[in-house]
């Protein structure tokens, strides 16, 4: 939820380091080999989101 992304913002170095601690922690949990390639592409639509914005 929002206070677990806030914890993995805090801890991140940058927004890149953010999104790989994202994907990480998506790849720890049980149901990742469910769940993983939708998790991974919404974090691979914020990536494009973040990439637009800082151009």
Do not use: C, H
């Amino acid at each position: 939820g929002a206070g677990r992304a806030m914890e993995l913002l805090n801890g991140s170095i940058d927004w890149r380091d953010y999104l790989l601690l994202r994907l990480y922690t998506y790849s720890q949990f049980k149901q990742a080999p469910l769940y993983f390639r939708g998790w991974a592409n919404r974090t691979l639509d914020l990536y494009k989101q973040i990439k637009e914005v800082k151009k």
